[in-house]
């Protein structure tokens, strides 16, 4: 059973647009979540984090938005740059405990 | 941000043979490691939780037997794949939790196993 839910498993973007990433999670005790980027043949990289008690985290031109009522989070990236196509892992943790991840969601920047 | 070594980055082995993977916290200390193995699709696995001085804690379906997990230090830790096979040969990853920026977890850079 997938706690963690990437459903697009990739996405194609304009350079300069934003591009949304959306998850959606099914363990309502998930306090703490995060996005990674991963390049092919590397580890994945901490991008940004949401703490359950708030609904927006903003970094550059990042920004996490949490819904808890429909168990949804989203990131945002505005404007596209060609370095930002990779895959990009939605994941959730409940605190202390373990960081379960989606499926990842392939964002390709077009020129 | 955090700095999260592996090594080797890449190994070749013959089936049968045994083969170790380090994990070390380069800048800070890690109670807690994890270790993940990369299937296609770019799906993450966790295999295993290893706490600094205990036994790992590992995820249902995996063989503790099979991928051994040391955790001597604060700052490293040891994957150890006993008797590799080829459906052994994956992308393995490890990651490292620290209390500085909260729950957050730093990732190594990945080791590709391939066993022959």
């Known amino acids: 059973d997938q706690q963690v839910k990437q459903n697009s498993p990739s996405l194609s973007v304009q350079e300069g647009r934003i591009s949304i990433l959306n998850c959606d999670y099914t363990n309502s005790m998930f306090d703490y979540f995060l996005w990674y980027k991963k390049y092919p043949a590397e580890g994945p990289t901490f991008l940004i984090s949401?703490?359950?008690?708030?609904d927006k985290n903003e970094d550059g031109r990042f920004t996490v938005f949490l819904n808890k009522s429909a168990k949804h989070l989203s990131l945002h990236i505005v404007p596209s740059q060609p370095g930002d196509s990779a895959v990009y892992f939605c994941a959730a943790s409940v605190r202390d405990d373990k960081i379960i991840f989606g499926k990842g969601t392939r964002l390709h920047i077009l020129p | 941000g955090a700095v999260v070594s592996q090594h080797p980055s890449w190994v070749i082995c013959k089936s049968g043979t045994s083969v170790k993977i380090e994990c070390r916290s380069l800048?800070?200390?890690?109670?807690?490691m994890f270790w993940y193995r990369q299937f296609p699709k770019q799906s993450l696995m966790l295999m295993a939780t290893s706490n600094e001085g205990s036994k790992a804690t590992y995820e249902q379906g995996v063989e503790k037997d099979k991928f051994l997990i040391n955790h001597a230090s604060l700052t490293l830790s040891t994957l150890t794949v006993t008797s590799a096979h080829p459906e052994d040969s994956s992308f393995y990853i490890c990651s490292a939790r620290t209390r500085q920026g909260g729950e957050t977890q730093y990732f190594g850079p990945g080791t590709r196993l391939l066993v022959l």
């Open positions: 800048d800070f200390q890690a109670t807690t």
């Open positions: 949401i703490s359950s008690i708030k």
